[in-house]
């Protein structure tokens, strides 16, 4: 489920330009909050609509950004609130005022309004074939790191807007280091529970099985221990 609350007033851009980690202007994107220590806490859409700014969060999340929005706004001119409105999506023809979804073409699009409800896309499928993270599924609160998450990809960082959140620690890991793991689509023979350990023949762990459909799934490894006898549970990953 999603909430989706409003941010207006005359501040309410460069307040949010200066947290989050994509560029907020006059068209939609998806974004995070960081720690200062450059580690995911929620993840939103952030969609201009006349005066005020929709953010588009997962609900069991919505509290908690109020919170941490409301401690950094201080004297900035801008409100935040919740509203009442729903999200509806779907793959289909787009609706008027719907909104193509910012992350991967695959996804859709989104419109808000009195009603909220899918056109019945399997839309797990979708995040599976694209490696696409979700929230509290693959993007776990005070552990992931964004660009190991797939965000440079899926169009939820930006390297040239300046300071956020966050944005040293995310800086460093782009220009002065190697990624070493992240998020991958595998193939699987079985199932096992989201956040089963992956292993090696050997009992050494590599990674991390997280959404699966049809045969495949997102999985969080290390590029170093991929290859042949990885196991989650009583599943063979083949990666």
């Known amino acids: 489920m999603r909430r989706i609350l409003a941010v207006s007033g005359a501040d309410r851009i460069a307040f949010l330009q200066g947290l989050v980690t994509n560029k907020v202007g006059d068209v939609p994107c998806w974004a995070a909050l960081l720690t200062p220590q450059g580690k995911y806490l929620s993840d939103f859409l952030i969609v201009p609509e006349g005066e005020r700014l929709l953010i588009d969060v997962d609900a069991r999340l919505a509290d908690d950004l109020v919170r941490r929005l409301s401690m950094y706004k201080l004297r900035s001119a801008a409100t935040i609130e919740a509203t009442d409105l729903l999200v509806s999506r779907g793959v289909g023809d787009m609706p008027d ?62 390297f040239r807007k300046g300071c956020y959140v966050g944005q040293e620690v995310t800086a460093r890991m782009k220009h002065k ?31 991390t099985l997280f959404t699966q459909s049809g045969g495949r799934a ?19 990953i083949l990666a």
């Open 97 to 158: 005022a719907a909104i193509a979804d910012p992350r991967h073409e695959a996804l859709g699009w989104r419109l808000y309004g009195s009603i909220g409800q899918d056109d019945g896309t399997d839309f797990d499928a979708i995040r599976v074939e694209h490696c696409i993270p979700e929230t509290l599924a693959e993007l776990i609160p005070n552990e992931t790191f964004i660009l190991e998450a797939g965000f440079e990809r899926l169009h939820g960082v930006d």
């Open 177 to 207: 280091t190697e990624l070493r793991k992240g998020l991958i689509t595998v193939g699987i023979d079985g199932e096992a529970p989201v956040g089963t350990p992956i292993l090696m023949a050997d009992g050494r762990e590599a990674g």
């Open 218 to 236: 997102i999985a969080h490894m290390r590029f170093d221990r991929m290859g042949e006898g990885l196991t989650a549970g009583d599943a063979r």
